[in-house]
């Protein structure tokens, strides 16, 4: 709940802006000559900076002139009187520059606000400018060494940028968890979870038919289990997200997610297992010796541009390794035709080789693993959480579209076929077992 003086504020500041928009009369700066000489000497950047505030200064005394009208001159109609100065401050490239902050008062001495003074001081852009120089990799102990560049700023200390930072990412994590989905069509849906500081969570990455990446939740949680997954798919389909809609899902080989993808996209769902992992996960079973030709037969039948042909050279060397390792033939046969659902789609073949892994996830846990490497010691509450989903936005504001992405009209198409096909099927079979019934 918002307290009288901020309303008055407020309300100060969406006067200033009519008021601005209202006025004829141009600001006119008045710089000496000779200060204009001695900071261009120092350099361009602190001539600017010094413009900026005579500038910051001229519009609040604009606005002063124009609630208490000229300065010695009577006027039976003004309500606001000025009161002296006093020390404040502005943001500037998101730092705290002192400047002179006129006052005025009315009739029955209460303070009157200004509108320009509340625009130029409000903080929020501090904090996104906090939040997005950290994101790059500023620490924030040595943040006020590079950032400073007024001699006299303050407010840049390591305890408040921190401060900025931890409401900075808290808004953005609530941007987040909270972003509405309804309107936004989802091609592709890849969920994986990743070990982060002794901690699981779980990551959703959605897709649209123009390829471009979006982040769509995420979950924390003490292990990969169907019950989290379920939590974060339950989650997207509050904010929005239709699960009866014929969908790719790009998932590892985890059956949690995969039954929590079944339980709400039932025959909606075509699952595609990560070719990258099943190809370490067989390899793993052999020796040193024969993984790069195993690595090599696996990867040609993945590449074949037909279902059956890719099948084939699968069971065939599932055979092979049946004689020499059951082990690796048991995990190559696992998942075998969930790791073919693109082949089978028909994609083209640069779609199919973004679709076929979960590699656009994967770059987004090193872009996280990288930007978290700042934090030196690990606490409670949403530490985890803000820190995760600030670097996951961060790289979604990095991202590229999918290659491939042209033909993404395809994957829909081949979708929405391979649906019908699957519903008609399931309703003969359906009439069959009523028929023996």
């Known amino acids: 709940m918002k307290k009288t003086y901020q309303i008055s504020r407020r309300r100060a500041a969406e006067k200033f802006r009519e008021f601005a928009v209202a006025s004829p009369t141009p600001i006119q700066l008045t710089f000496p000559l000779a200060d204009v000489a001695e900071l261009a000497q120092a350099s361009l950047g602190d001539l600017l900076r010094g413009v900026g505030k005579v500038f910051i200064e001229s519009v609040m005394e604009a606005e002063v ?27 500037i490239d998101g730092q705290r520059v002192p400047i002179q902050r006129p006052r005025l008062r009315s009739r029955t001495k209460k303070e009157v606000p200004l509108g320009s003074y509340e625009m130029f001081q409000r903080s929020s852009l501090l904090g996104d400018t906090v939040w997005q120089k950290i994101m790059l990799g500023l620490t924030m102990r040595s943040y006020k060494e590079v950032v400073q560049q007024f001699s006299d700023a303050y407010g840049l200390e390591k305890s408040t940028t921190c401060e900025h930072f931890v409401e900075a990412s808290r808004q953005k994590l609530k941007q987040l968890m909270e972003r509405q989905l309804a309107g936004i069509s989802i091609a592709v849906m890849v969920i994986d979870g990743t070990i982060f500081k002794g901690q699981n969570l779980v990551v959703a990455i959605g897709m649209d038919p123009s390829g471009r990446k979006l982040v769509l939740g995420l979950r924390q949680g003490a292990t990969e289990n169907a019950a989290v997954v379920g939590a974060l798919l339950g989650e997207l389909s509050e904010r929005g997200v239709d699960f009866s809609a014929p969908r790719l899902y790009i998932v590892d080989g985890s059956k949690a997610i995969r039954a929590a993808i079944r339980n709400y996209a039932g025959d909606a769902a075509f699952v595609q297992r990560c070719q990258v992992h099943k190809i370490r996960n067989v390899v793993e079973h052999v020796a040193e010796a ?91 509450s949403d530490h985890r959480l803000r820190w995760v989903g600030s670097a996951l ?36 079979e359906l009439k069959a077992q009523v028929s023996a019934a």
């Not at 030709?293 to 279902?307: I, P, S």
């Not at 084939?312 to 390792?325: F, G, H, K, P, V």
């Not at 779609?351 to 030196?376: H, M, P, Y």
């Not at 579209?401 to 008609?424: F, K, Q, T």
Request: proline share 3%; aromatic share 8%.
């Open 290 to 380: 024969d993984r790069h030709a195993l690595k090599y037969r696996m990867r040609v039948a993945y590449g074949a541009a037909e279902a059956a042909d890719a099948r084939r050279l699968l069971y065939q060397l599932q055979d092979e390794l049946l004689q020499s390792n059951p082990s690796a033939a048991a995990s190559l046969g696992e998942g075998l035709e969930e790791c073919l659902t693109v082949t089978e789609l028909r994609l083209t073949p640069k779609l199919r080789e973004a679709l076929s892994s979960t590699n656009c996830i994967e770059s987004g846990f090193s872009v996280v693993d990288r930007i978290c490497q700042q934090v030196k010691r690990w606490q409670g």
């Open 393 to 428: 936005l961060f790289a979604e504001s990095r991202w590229n579209r999918i290659r491939g992405y042209r033909h993404m009209p395809v994957l829909i198409n081949a979708l929405n076929a391979a649906h019908r096909l699957r519903c008609a099927h399931n309703q003969a």
């Open 65 to 91: 002139e124009q609630l208490a009208g000229e300065r010695s001159q009577p006027n039976p109609s003004r309500t606001a009187y000025r009161w002296g100065s006093e020390e404040g401050f502005c943001i």
